[in-house]
């Protein structure tokens, strides 16, 4: 449920509709701009009589919303979100490159990745330390000492650094330590770390499940952000479909479906939705053609060797020039690298 507000209404009377909505046991979330004034309703809105809020002379009517995700809806925050790092920002005219190993391996193999992503033009270095992989017999990561060989590399390139938490045993050293926290697919709906995670005010990349729907990643973001936490970006990576020539299918019209129903920035995982090295340039061209705010892209300086997802990573020269591909491509979508 949504109140809107009329342009003269005083900080008095809007004050008082508030404590009103409060008693009524709803949470109200204020949002305003240059030309629109409203009160969203978060809670079980269905206790609440509507006539009993249009009674004040300020209000101009009511909007019975349909969608069950909230903090995340469009509808109530008209502009889009611009998610700040450090001196970054995702959401923003400049697209976010996000690149780097899919797996922390070694110092050498981690500085080298990201001095030659850093010297292309990435602005963030990805790399997982824990690795939530299929098999259990598969590299799992090097854990906490992949977290440290990450800030190594921060501190060697100044690229801030987003990698995967898969519980909450160590949430305290990632909001402590990393720069983006990833929350991969297999745990979009792991809705304890979510709301963990929506106490913290770290930038938090959610990255949609196999076989989640739009709606289930929005809802999925508004764990996140009921707790507290609006810094959160989305990330199309794929979904499994009956197609199996593709690691799984990248739906590219979840893009644009999810900037109509969203506010918060929306990245594309090439690498992760092919499988396929030669396919990440021509997706990674498509998904700034339809309106992605960014990119996660899997590079290794030695993928025939790498001990996760080598299949799917494109050496260091091939993302130097996809770079400048995607450079000419962002100034046609009015966007900048
Ligand atoms: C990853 O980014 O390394 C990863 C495991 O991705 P996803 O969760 O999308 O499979
Ligand atoms: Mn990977």
């Known amino acids: 449920m949504i109140v809107v507000l009329k342009n003269n209404a005083t900080d008095v009377d809007v004050n008082e ?120 017999y598969s590299f799992q990561g090097l854990e906490l000492e992949g977290l440290d060989l990450l800030k190594i590399a921060r501190e060697k390139t100044g690229l801030p650094i987003v990698t995967e938490i898969t519980s909450t045993n160590y949430i305290d050293r990632f909001v402590e330590e990393v720069d983006v926290i990833q929350v991969g697919a297999r745990n979009m709906q792991n809705y304890d770390l979510l709301k963990q995670l929506g106490k913290t005010n770290k930038p938090i990349l959610l990255k949609r499940g196999f076989s989640a729907t739009i709606e289930e990643l929005l809802m999925s973001a508004e764990y996140i952000m009921a707790g507290g936490n609006e810094n959160v970006i989305l990330c199309e990576r794929g979904i499994r479909t009956f197609e199996n020539y593709t690691r799984n299918t990248l739906d590219l019209s979840a893009i644009p479906v999810i900037k109509k129903l969203s506010h918060l920035p929306v990245i594309v995982d090439p690498s992760h939705s092919t499988g396929l090295w030669w396919l990440v340039e021509p997706l990674a061209k498509a998904a700034i053609a339809v309106g992605a705010d960014g990119l996660i892209i899997e590079v290794h300086n030695d993928p025939e060797n790498a001990l996760c997802d080598g299949g799917q990573s494109i050496k260091p020269k091939r993302f130097d020039e996809l770079m400048k591909t995607l450079s000419k491509l962002a100034e046609i979508e009015n966007r900048t690298i």
Do not use: W
């Open 17 to 136: 509709i508030k404590d009103k909505i409060t008693k009524l046991g709803c949470d109200v979330h204020e949002s305003r701009g240059s030309d629109y004034h409203f009160l969203v309703l978060v809670g079980d809105t269905n206790s609440i009589d509507a006539s009993s809020l249009t009674i004040y002379e300020c209000v101009e009517k009511i909007i019975f919303d349909k969608e069950p995700y909230k903090k995340s809806n469009r509808l109530y925050h008209p502009d889009d979100t611009i998610v700040k790092i450090g001196d970054k920002k995702i959401g923003d005219k400049k697209l976010a490159i996000i690149a780097g190993p899919c797996s922390v391996e070694s110092k050498e193999q981690l500085l080298s990745v990201a001095e030659s992503v850093k010297m292309s033009g990435a602005g963030f270095l990805r790399g997982g330390a824990f690795k939530p992989r299929t098999s259990p």
